[in-house]
């Protein structure tokens, strides 16, 4: 799996992901606000991108849906099941335990991850390269907030039921900072949980 992470250098501090086949260059696009710079990066490195997902609904995440899909064709947007009329050309629903294919080698695996929205999903990759794209579940300095749709227990649920269970091997791609490991960026269940 080839992960390209973009810093936007926008007024959001956010990066952009592109994860692509090894074998085939067809890419995933994960909440490309920045579609220009994502679509860029994918032809610098010789990938094509083929679907697009968003973690969640907010536009800071689905902003670039349109214009990535204009300019490299991507003919699949998905997201969560419930954001099916929040995001406007999402094609394509998700629900837990869906698995995404890019390619011929990649599968990531659908969270269902409700908290920081009702409607949000993270990405699991297992194999070679075991990895988690947490959207805004998890931020550089902690828990991803509530106050945009949000709901507390049900992000503590998260953390304490999926996100608390993965392997601490994983590297961690978070939408507001650079991919940690997933022990460090978990670190603080162990405070909540005494």
Same mark, same amino acid.
């Given at each position: 799996m080839l992960v390209?992470?973009?810093? =936007?250098?926008? @007024?959001?501090?956010?990066?952009?992901?592109?994860?692509?086949?090894?074998?085939?260059? @067809?890419?995933?696009?994960?909440?490309?606000?920045?579609?220009?710079?994502?679509?860029d990066a994918a032809? &610098?490195? +010789?990938?094509?991108?083929?679907?697009?997902? &968003?973690?969640?609904?907010?536009?800071?995440?689905?902003?670039?849906? %349109?214009?990535?899909?204009?300019?490299?064709?991507?003919? $699949?947007?998905?997201?969560? @099941?419930?954001?099916?009329?929040? %995001?406007?050309?999402?094609?394509?629903?998700?629900?837990? +335990?869906?698995?995404?294919? $890019?390619?011929?080698?990649? @599968?990531?695996? #659908?969270?269902? =991850? /409700?908290?920081?929205?009702?409607?949000?999903?993270?990405?699991?990759?297992?194999?070679?390269?075991?990895?988690?794209?947490?959207?805004? =579940?998890?931020?550089?300095? +902690?828990?991803?907030?509530?106050?945009? +749709?949000?709901? /507390?227990?049900?992000?503590?649920?998260?953390? $304490?039921?999926?996100?608390?269970?993965? &392997?601490?091997?994983?590297? #961690?791609? $978070?939408?507001?900072?650079?991919?940690?490991?997933?022990?460090?960026?978990?670190?603080?269940?162990?405070?909540l949980n005494e």
């Amino acid at each position: 799996m080839l992960v390209e992470q973009i810093w =936007t250098g926008n @007024e959001w501090r956010n990066f952009n992901y592109l994860i692509a086949c090894p074998e085939t260059g @067809e890419a995933l696009a994960v909440d490309p606000l920045e579609h220009q710079m994502c679509y860029d990066a994918a032809k &610098n490195r +010789g990938w094509e991108i083929t679907n697009i997902v &968003n973690t969640h609904e907010h536009g800071d995440h689905t902003g670039g849906n %349109i214009g990535l899909k204009e300019l490299s064709g991507a003919k $699949i947007i998905m997201a969560h @099941e419930a954001a099916k009329n929040k %995001i406007p050309a999402m094609n394509k629903s998700l629900k837990a +335990g869906d698995i995404i294919k $890019i390619g011929k080698s990649i @599968e990531l695996e #659908v969270l269902d =991850t /409700p908290g920081h929205t009702m409607a949000h999903v993270c990405l699991l990759s297992r194999g070679d390269t075991s990895a988690l794209f947490s959207g805004d =579940t998890l931020f550089n300095a +902690g828990a991803g907030n509530c106050h945009n +749709g949000g709901h /507390p227990e049900k992000l503590y649920e998260t953390f $304490i039921n999926q996100l608390n269970k993965i &392997n601490s091997n994983y590297k #961690v791609f $978070i939408r507001w900072s650079k991919g940690q490991d997933i022990e460090a960026a978990c670190g603080q269940l162990a405070t909540l949980n005494e």
